[in-house]
Protein backbone atom coordinates (compact mmCIF):
# COMPACT_ATOMS: atom_id res chain seq x y z
CA UNK A 1 0.00 0.00 0.00
CA UNK A 2 0.70 3.53 -0.55
CA UNK A 3 0.98 6.08 2.16
CA UNK A 4 -1.95 7.72 0.13
CA UNK A 5 -3.79 4.65 0.19
CA UNK A 6 -3.61 4.13 4.10
CA UNK A 7 -4.72 7.94 4.48
CA UNK A 8 -7.49 7.27 2.02
CA UNK A 9 -8.24 3.88 4.74
CA UNK A 10 -8.15 6.15 7.84
CA UNK A 11 -10.98 8.01 6.19
CA UNK A 12 -10.46 11.37 8.40
CA UNK A 13 -13.85 12.86 6.72
CA UNK A 14 -15.96 10.62 8.13
CA UNK A 15 -14.73 11.27 11.92
CA UNK A 16 -17.06 13.29 11.61
CA UNK A 17 -19.80 11.60 11.36
CA UNK A 18 -19.14 10.30 15.27
CA UNK A 19 -18.37 14.28 16.07
CA UNK A 20 -21.65 15.22 17.34
CA UNK A 21 -21.33 12.83 20.87
CA UNK A 22 -18.26 14.81 21.16
CA UNK A 23 -19.89 17.90 21.17
CA UNK A 24 -22.81 17.38 23.40
CA UNK A 25 -20.48 16.06 25.84
CA UNK A 26 -18.44 18.98 25.93
CA UNK A 27 -21.57 21.22 25.52
CA UNK A 28 -23.05 19.34 28.94
CA UNK A 29 -20.21 19.05 31.13
CA UNK A 30 -20.01 21.67 33.64
CA UNK A 31 -16.47 22.44 34.18
CA UNK A 32 -14.92 22.59 30.90
CA UNK A 33 -11.23 23.25 30.06
CA UNK A 34 -10.52 24.13 26.79
CA UNK A 35 -6.66 22.97 26.75
CA UNK A 36 -8.12 19.28 27.33
CA UNK A 37 -11.19 19.24 25.07
CA UNK A 38 -8.50 19.95 22.47
CA UNK A 39 -6.55 17.22 23.20
CA UNK A 40 -9.60 15.01 23.71
CA UNK A 41 -10.87 15.89 20.00
CA UNK A 42 -7.11 15.13 18.53
CA UNK A 43 -7.52 11.67 20.63
CA UNK A 44 -10.73 10.72 18.98
CA UNK A 45 -10.81 12.62 15.88
CA UNK A 46 -7.25 12.30 14.89
CA UNK A 47 -6.34 8.87 15.99
CA UNK A 48 -9.15 6.30 17.76
CA UNK A 49 -11.56 6.95 15.22
CA UNK A 50 -9.59 6.74 11.79
CA UNK A 51 -7.54 3.93 13.41
CA UNK A 52 -10.56 1.60 14.00
CA UNK A 53 -11.21 2.92 10.05
CA UNK A 54 -8.32 0.93 9.00
CA UNK A 55 -8.37 -1.84 10.97
CA UNK A 56 -11.77 -2.38 10.05
CA UNK A 57 -10.76 -2.00 5.94
CA UNK A 58 -7.93 -4.49 6.98
CA UNK A 59 -10.17 -7.50 7.89
CA UNK A 60 -13.09 -6.41 5.58
CA UNK A 61 -10.55 -6.18 2.10
CA UNK A 62 -13.91 -4.31 0.81
CA UNK A 63 -14.13 -3.93 -2.75
CA UNK A 64 -17.40 -1.96 -3.02
CA UNK A 65 -18.20 1.34 -1.57
CA UNK A 66 -17.74 1.12 2.21
CA UNK A 67 -18.49 4.53 4.64
CA UNK A 68 -16.69 7.78 3.66
CA UNK A 69 -15.22 5.67 0.55
CA UNK A 70 -16.42 5.20 -2.40
CA UNK A 71 -13.64 3.52 -3.84
CA UNK A 72 -10.89 1.58 -1.54
CA UNK A 73 -7.63 0.92 -2.10
CA UNK A 74 -6.74 -2.61 -2.13
CA UNK A 75 -5.30 -3.35 1.60
CA UNK A 76 -1.96 -5.05 3.23
CA UNK A 77 -0.64 -5.52 6.48
CA UNK A 78 0.53 -2.25 6.50
CA UNK A 79 -3.00 -0.82 7.10
CA UNK A 80 -3.29 -3.21 10.16
CA UNK A 81 -0.04 -2.00 11.87
CA UNK A 82 -1.07 1.67 11.12
CA UNK A 83 -4.02 1.11 13.12
CA UNK A 84 -2.30 -0.53 16.36
CA UNK A 85 0.38 2.45 16.10
CA UNK A 86 -2.08 5.37 16.00
CA UNK A 87 -4.24 3.44 18.75
CA UNK A 88 -0.91 3.13 21.04
CA UNK A 89 -0.11 6.62 20.40
CA UNK A 90 -3.33 7.65 21.18
CA UNK A 91 -3.50 5.90 24.48
CA UNK A 92 0.39 7.54 25.33
CA UNK A 93 -0.97 11.14 24.77
CA UNK A 94 -3.92 10.60 27.07
CA UNK A 95 -1.58 9.32 30.00
CA UNK A 96 0.41 12.68 28.95
CA UNK A 97 -1.92 15.35 28.60
CA UNK A 98 -5.14 13.88 30.46
CA UNK A 99 -5.09 10.84 32.90
CA UNK A 100 -4.88 7.42 33.48
CA UNK A 101 -8.83 6.60 33.72
CA UNK A 102 -9.19 8.62 30.49
CA UNK A 103 -6.24 6.70 29.05
CA UNK A 104 -7.50 3.17 30.12
CA UNK A 105 -11.02 4.11 28.66
CA UNK A 106 -9.41 5.38 25.07
CA UNK A 107 -7.68 2.12 25.47
CA UNK A 108 -11.04 -0.33 26.02
CA UNK A 109 -12.46 1.42 23.01
CA UNK A 110 -9.88 0.07 20.71
CA UNK A 111 -10.22 -3.17 22.08
CA UNK A 112 -13.92 -2.97 21.25
CA UNK A 113 -13.55 -1.47 18.09
CA UNK A 114 -10.52 -4.26 16.58
CA UNK A 115 -13.23 -7.16 18.03
CA UNK A 116 -15.91 -5.89 15.75
CA UNK A 117 -13.97 -6.91 12.71
CA UNK A 118 -11.58 -9.22 14.04
CA UNK A 119 -11.90 -12.30 12.13
CA UNK A 120 -11.31 -14.11 15.26
CA UNK A 121 -13.92 -12.33 17.63
CA UNK A 122 -15.67 -10.46 14.40
CA UNK A 123 -18.77 -9.09 15.99
CA UNK A 124 -20.08 -7.82 12.77
CA UNK A 125 -21.34 -10.79 11.85
CA UNK A 126 -23.85 -11.04 15.46
CA UNK A 127 -26.69 -8.72 13.67
CA UNK A 128 -28.08 -7.60 17.38
CA UNK A 129 -25.05 -7.80 19.57
CA UNK A 130 -22.91 -5.98 17.62
CA UNK A 131 -25.63 -3.31 17.23
CA UNK A 132 -25.99 -2.98 20.57
CA UNK A 133 -22.13 -2.72 21.01
CA UNK A 134 -21.39 -0.58 18.77
CA UNK A 135 -24.16 2.06 20.16
CA UNK A 136 -23.17 1.51 23.47
CA UNK A 137 -19.43 2.02 22.74
CA UNK A 138 -19.53 4.54 20.09
CA UNK A 139 -22.56 6.73 22.56
CA UNK A 140 -22.60 6.61 26.17
CA UNK A 141 -19.59 5.10 26.65
CA UNK A 142 -17.24 7.83 24.58
CA UNK A 143 -19.44 10.51 26.36
CA UNK A 144 -18.67 9.55 29.61
CA UNK A 145 -15.19 9.15 28.64
CA UNK A 146 -15.11 12.86 27.68
CA UNK A 147 -17.37 13.55 30.69
CA UNK A 148 -15.32 11.97 32.86
CA UNK A 149 -11.72 13.76 31.27
CA UNK A 150 -13.38 16.74 33.18
CA UNK A 151 -14.95 15.55 36.41
CA UNK A 152 -12.59 13.53 37.92
CA UNK A 153 -15.61 11.65 39.58
CA UNK A 154 -18.33 8.81 38.55
CA UNK A 155 -20.69 10.69 41.28
CA UNK A 156 -20.86 13.53 38.47
CA UNK A 157 -21.77 11.04 35.92
CA UNK A 158 -24.91 10.56 37.81
CA UNK A 159 -26.90 14.22 36.01
CA UNK A 160 -25.08 12.80 32.94
CA UNK A 161 -27.17 9.44 32.51
CA UNK A 162 -30.08 10.76 30.04
CA UNK A 163 -28.03 12.48 27.41
CA UNK A 164 -25.40 9.67 27.86
CA UNK A 165 -28.59 7.37 27.21
CA UNK A 166 -29.79 9.45 24.28
CA UNK A 167 -25.93 9.54 22.63
CA UNK A 168 -26.58 5.69 22.46
CA UNK A 169 -29.88 5.77 21.32
CA UNK A 170 -28.77 8.15 18.42
CA UNK A 171 -25.87 6.07 17.28
CA UNK A 172 -28.62 2.86 17.47
CA UNK A 173 -30.92 4.51 15.04
CA UNK A 174 -28.13 5.48 12.90
CA UNK A 175 -26.22 2.82 12.91
CA UNK A 176 -28.66 -0.22 11.03
CA UNK A 177 -28.87 3.17 7.80
CA UNK A 178 -25.14 3.33 7.53
CA UNK A 179 -25.53 -0.48 6.18
CA UNK A 180 -28.11 -0.38 3.90
CA UNK A 181 -26.53 -0.01 0.87
CA UNK A 182 -24.05 -2.78 1.84
CA UNK A 183 -26.11 -5.45 1.51
CA UNK A 184 -24.45 -7.48 -0.91
CA UNK A 185 -21.17 -7.21 -0.08
CA UNK A 186 -21.81 -8.36 3.63
CA UNK A 187 -23.64 -11.23 2.87
CA UNK A 188 -20.73 -12.03 0.64
CA UNK A 189 -18.63 -12.20 3.74
CA UNK A 190 -21.26 -13.85 6.07
CA UNK A 191 -21.82 -11.58 8.06
CA UNK A 192 -25.52 -10.69 8.48
CA UNK A 193 -25.67 -7.31 9.88
CA UNK A 194 -28.54 -5.42 11.26
CA UNK A 195 -30.08 -4.12 8.30
CA UNK A 196 -29.91 -7.15 6.56
CA UNK A 197 -31.84 -8.53 8.89
CA UNK A 198 -34.45 -6.02 8.85
CA UNK A 199 -34.26 -5.57 5.42
CA UNK A 200 -34.56 -2.16 3.46
CA UNK A 201 -38.06 -0.89 4.15
CA UNK A 202 -37.75 -1.84 7.92
CA UNK A 203 -34.52 -0.40 8.01
CA UNK A 204 -36.16 3.15 7.56
CA UNK A 205 -38.84 2.18 9.67
CA UNK A 206 -36.59 1.06 12.58
CA UNK A 207 -34.16 4.16 12.16
CA UNK A 208 -37.61 6.34 12.48
CA UNK A 209 -38.61 4.48 15.73
CA UNK A 210 -35.38 4.62 17.68
CA UNK A 211 -34.59 8.41 16.67
CA UNK A 212 -38.28 9.43 17.88
CA UNK A 213 -37.23 7.44 21.20
CA UNK A 214 -33.88 9.45 21.13
CA UNK A 215 -36.14 13.04 20.64
CA UNK A 216 -38.58 12.38 23.18
CA UNK A 217 -35.46 11.96 25.46
CA UNK A 218 -34.18 14.98 23.93
CA UNK A 219 -37.37 16.50 25.18
CA UNK A 220 -37.34 15.28 28.35
CA UNK A 221 -33.63 16.85 28.63
CA UNK A 222 -33.48 20.02 27.06
CA UNK A 223 -36.16 22.81 28.14
CA UNK A 224 -38.59 24.11 25.83
CA UNK A 225 -36.80 26.68 23.74
CA UNK A 226 -33.93 24.56 23.60
CA UNK A 227 -35.89 21.44 22.02
CA UNK A 228 -37.81 23.62 19.19
CA UNK A 229 -33.79 24.74 18.09
CA UNK A 230 -33.24 21.69 18.17
CA UNK A 231 -35.71 20.34 15.65
CA UNK A 232 -35.29 23.53 13.80
CA UNK A 233 -31.38 22.59 13.02
CA UNK A 234 -32.71 18.70 12.40
CA UNK A 235 -35.21 19.39 9.94
CA UNK A 236 -33.06 19.34 7.06
CA UNK A 237 -32.23 15.67 8.32
CA UNK A 238 -35.98 14.85 8.57
CA UNK A 239 -36.35 16.20 4.97
CA UNK A 240 -33.68 14.30 3.70
CA UNK A 241 -35.08 11.23 5.53
CA UNK A 242 -38.65 11.38 4.16
CA UNK A 243 -37.72 12.32 0.98
CA UNK A 244 -35.59 9.20 0.69
CA UNK A 245 -37.67 6.73 2.32
CA UNK A 246 -40.42 7.47 0.00
CA UNK A 247 -38.19 7.07 -3.42
CA UNK A 248 -37.12 3.58 -1.95
CA UNK A 249 -40.76 2.94 -1.39
CA UNK A 250 -40.77 2.83 -5.45
CA UNK A 251 -37.27 1.60 -6.36
CA UNK A 252 -34.57 -0.39 -3.65
CA UNK A 253 -31.94 0.72 -5.91
CA UNK A 254 -32.11 4.20 -4.12
CA UNK A 255 -30.51 2.37 -1.23
CA UNK A 256 -26.99 3.58 -1.62
CA UNK A 257 -23.42 4.72 -1.44
CA UNK A 258 -24.49 8.40 -2.12
CA UNK A 259 -27.88 8.35 -0.25
CA UNK A 260 -26.20 7.30 2.46
CA UNK A 261 -23.65 9.52 2.90
CA UNK A 262 -25.87 12.12 2.70
CA UNK A 263 -28.14 11.07 5.22
CA UNK A 264 -24.83 10.52 6.93
CA UNK A 265 -23.55 14.53 5.98
CA UNK A 266 -26.91 16.41 7.16
CA UNK A 267 -27.13 14.34 10.45
CA UNK A 268 -24.25 15.09 11.78
CA UNK A 269 -23.34 18.35 10.80
CA UNK A 270 -27.20 19.30 11.76
CA UNK A 271 -26.55 18.18 15.06
CA UNK A 272 -23.23 19.19 15.55
CA UNK A 273 -24.38 22.21 14.58
CA UNK A 274 -27.03 22.15 17.34
CA UNK A 275 -24.50 21.17 20.30
CA UNK A 276 -21.84 24.07 19.02
CA UNK A 277 -24.77 26.23 19.35
CA UNK A 278 -25.25 24.93 23.09
CA UNK A 279 -21.77 25.57 23.90
CA UNK A 280 -21.58 29.10 22.59
CA UNK A 281 -25.00 30.41 23.15
Not at 19 to 33: C, E, G, H, K, R
Not at 67 to 78: F, R, Y
Not at 231 to 244: K, M, R, Y
Request: proline letters at 5%; aromatic letters at 20%.
Amino acid sequence: MTPKDILLHLRLPFSLFLMPVYWFAISQTPNLDKPKAVWIFIILHVFIYPASNAYNSYFDKDEGSIGGLEKPPAVDKKLFWVSWVMDIFAVIISLVELDWIFALMIFVYGLVSKAYSNDTIRLKKYPILSWLVVGFFQGAFTYCTIIMAFEKSFETLKPQILPALISTLMLWAVYPMSQIYQHEEDAKRGDTTMSILLGITGTFLFTAIVFSIAFAGFFFYFNLVDFITLLIFNFPTFAFFGWWFLIIIQDKKQANFKNTMWLNLLASVCLNGFYIWLCVK
